[in-house]
């Protein structure tokens, strides 16, 4: 409705006369308020693997021993026969599929058959994304193990044995598996410093350092990081910043001067704010081993529209699915940051 009263809008009766007879100026497009954007699911999708059916659709053979031994020989060249040693099994992963009903009502069919500004439906279709990519984003970061029907996330495929001791059918704590162990840290132990308040650059080159000599001498891709901790760490960075310009330029309200960064570099490697990770949790993350596996069958596939008369109702629905789950086949190569403290954050 139309606010009576407002600039120069009357009240009263003479809004009444002019609600009757005056058309509202009307953007014709819908502006959505409450949904955050996830950079580690963007690299996610960007290079999702696919998945087809059967049971465990996705198997991955890993090697947890050696599997021969070596010895020095002498001027004889003897050496003891060898002996086999199993060293592989299998981590076994199903796909967990969501879905979104779109419901289009009847009277909806009607009514904005034509002369509509915003389309429902259309807007429907969108949300079914948006709902379903922030959902995605957000069980990334919890520990989902206690409900069959979630995927699993880096939380459970980073651990060590601490918090989820089975991963992929494979328990890490069992003798032999230890390879099978992520990489989990209190702050203090990364960083190298006790008490810690908060990441610096050298703190977060020492514990780069920390996670890829764990990880076989092989850096993480990327870091994520809670906004709160970002900005944390990124105000040490702020204070080095150095702006160069050409001899003779002018300065002025219109040159371009970027202050702070998109994302942070240390080491070689990108740290990136990710809004759903846990503020106090840090995330290292290896891209090489980390998959999202999305299903051939059901990748944010839809099902059309079916007639509601079978039920005694005139109307149709339909439904968004997507079967998937996000996947390491070496979780060494990742490790989890606990316990960071920003007691100067605002976030």
Same mark, same amino acid.
């Given at each position: 409705?139309? &606010?009576?009263? $407002?600039?120069?809008?009357? %009240?009263?009766? +003479?809004?009444?006369? #002019?609600?009757? @007879?005056?058309?509202? !100026?009307?953007?014709?497009? &819908?502006?959505? $308020?409450?949904?955050?954007? %996830?950079?580690? +699911?963007?690299?996610? #999708?960007?290079? @999702?693997?696919?998945? !087809?059916?059967?049971?465990?659709?996705?198997?991955?053979?890993?090697?947890?021993?050696?599997?021969?031994?070596?010895?020095?020989?002498?001027?004889?060249?003897?050496?003891?026969?060898?002996?086999?040693?199993?060293?592989?099994?299998?981590?076994?992963?199903?796909?967990?599929?969501?879905?979104?009903?779109?419901?289009?009502?009847?009277?909806?069919?009607?009514?904005?058959?034509?002369?509509?500004?915003?389309?429902?439906?259309?807007?429907?279709?969108?949300?079914?994304?948006?709902?379903?990519?922030?959902?995605?984003?957000?069980?990334?970061?919890?520990?989902?193990?206690?409900?069959?029907?979630?995927?699993?996330?880096?939380?459970?495929?980073?651990?060590?044995?601490?918090?989820?001791?089975?991963?992929?059918?494979?328990?890490?704590?069992?003798?032999?598996?230890?390879?099978?162990?992520?990489?989990?840290?209190?702050?203090?132990?990364?960083?190298?410093?006790?008490?810690?308040?908060?990441?610096?650059?050298?703190?977060?080159?020492?514990?780069?350092?920390?996670?890829?000599?764990?990880?076989?001498?092989?850096?993480?891709?990327?870091?994520?990081?809670?906004?709160?901790?970002?900005?944390?760490?990124?105000?040490?960075?702020?204070?080095?910043?150095?702006?160069?310009?050409?001899?003779?330029?002018?300065?002025?309200?219109?040159?371009?001067?970027?202050?702070?960064?998109?994302?942070?570099?240390?080491?070689?490697?990108?740290?990136?704010?990710?809004?759903?990770?846990?503020?106090?949790?840090?995330?290292?993350?290896?891209?090489?081993?980390?998959?999202?596996?999305?299903?051939?069958?059901?990748?944010?596939?839809?099902?059309?529209?079916?007639?509601?008369?079978?039920?005694?109702?005139?109307?149709?629905?339909?439904?968004?699915?997507?079967?998937?789950?996000?996947?390491?086949?070496?979780?060494?190569?990742?490790?989890?940051?606990?316990?960071?403290?920003?007691?100067?954050?605002?976030?």
């Amino acid at each position: 409705m139309p &606010l009576p009263g $407002q600039g120069v809008v009357p %009240s009263g009766s +003479l809004y009444q006369e #002019l609600t009757s @007879a005056t058309r509202r !100026a009307f953007i014709p497009r &819908l502006f959505i $308020q409450i949904y955050f954007a %996830s950079p580690c +699911l963007f690299m996610l #999708l960007g290079n @999702a693997q696919k998945a !087809a059916g059967g049971l465990s659709q996705v198997t991955i053979p890993v090697q947890g021993n050696s599997m021969v031994q070596g010895q020095f020989t002498g001027y004889g060249g003897g050496f003891n026969s060898p002996v086999v040693t199993p060293g592989v099994q299998n981590a076994q992963f199903p796909l967990c599929f969501w879905v979104v009903p779109i419901p289009l009502p009847f009277g909806e069919t009607i009514i904005q058959a034509t002369d509509r500004e915003i389309s429902l439906l259309k807007a429907r279709m969108n949300d079914a994304w948006a709902v379903t990519v922030q959902n995605m984003a957000g069980l990334l970061f919890s520990n989902n193990t206690a409900n069959t029907l979630l995927p699993n996330s880096y939380i459970d495929a980073f651990d060590n044995g601490t918090n989820v001791a089975v991963y992929g059918g494979i328990n890490r704590n069992a003798p032999g598996n230890t390879s099978w162990q992520g990489q989990y840290y209190t702050a203090s132990t990364a960083t190298g410093q006790s008490g810690n308040v908060g990441f610096t650059r050298k703190t977060m080159s020492n514990s780069i350092i920390t996670v890829s000599d764990k990880a076989g001498n092989e850096s993480p891709t990327s870091v994520l990081m809670n906004p709160g901790d970002f900005a944390t760490l990124n105000s040490d960075f702020v204070g080095t910043e150095t702006i160069f310009t050409r001899p003779g330029q002018e300065m002025s309200m219109g040159t371009l001067v970027r202050s702070s960064f998109p994302n942070l570099n240390v080491a070689g490697v990108p740290i990136f704010a990710e809004h759903f990770c846990p503020q106090g949790t840090v995330i290292y993350q290896n891209n090489k081993y980390t998959n999202l596996y999305g299903s051939e069958d059901a990748m944010f596939d839809f099902s059309g529209f079916y007639s509601l008369v079978p039920l005694g109702q005139i109307g149709q629905q339909g439904v968004v699915v997507l079967g998937y789950n996000v996947v390491s086949a070496k979780p060494v190569s990742n490790a989890i940051v606990v316990g960071v403290v920003n007691p100067s954050s605002t976030f």
